[in-house]
Nanobody, 124 residues
Framework: QVQLVESGGGLVQAGDSLRLSCTASGRSLSTYVLGWFRQAPGKEREFMAAMTWSGTRTRLADSVKGRFTIFRDNAQNTVYLQMNSLKPEDAAVYYC?????????????????WGQGTQVTVSS
């Protein structure tokens, strides 16, 4: 099984940028899809972005296209979520997750392994 650890969250001001990291460990990492979700208080977990470990496929939520990007460093077993032009409504706990689906899923139920989450707070 794959194990995931998020890092990089913190307090930023509106308009700033932040890069979140998800470091994976385990066996057969190349078989997984790695995704990013966020969950704000009182709201459901929301899909942000995902990519195959091979990097051949990526998918972004329409709401963050143009501001967020996803990429990875295979040498460090790490997937990143680069967040630019942050807005107060981006504040949430951000989670990375792994799925064994062959087509990138956008629902939380399709991801079987989750990290602990990292808090992002955006002040205006």
């Amino acid at each position: 099984q794959v194990q995931l650890v998020e890092s990089g969250g913190g307090l930023v001001q509106a308009g700033d940028s932040l890069r979140l990291s998800c470091t994976a460990s385990g066996r057969s990492l190349s078989t997984y899809v790695l995704g990013w979700f966020r969950q704000a208080p009182g709201k459901e977990r929301e899909f942000m972005a995902a990519m195959t470990w091979s990097g051949t496929r990526t998918r972004l939520a329409d709401s963050v296209k143009g501001r967020f990007t996803i990429f990875r460093d295979n040498a460090q077993n790490t997937v990143y979520l680069q967040m630019n032009s942050l807005k107060p409504e981006d504040a949430a706990v951000y989670y990375c997750a792994a799925s064994l689906r062959t087509v990138i899923p956008t629902t939380a139920g399709a991801y079987g392994r989750w990290g602990q989450g990292t808090q992002v707070t955006v002040s205006s």
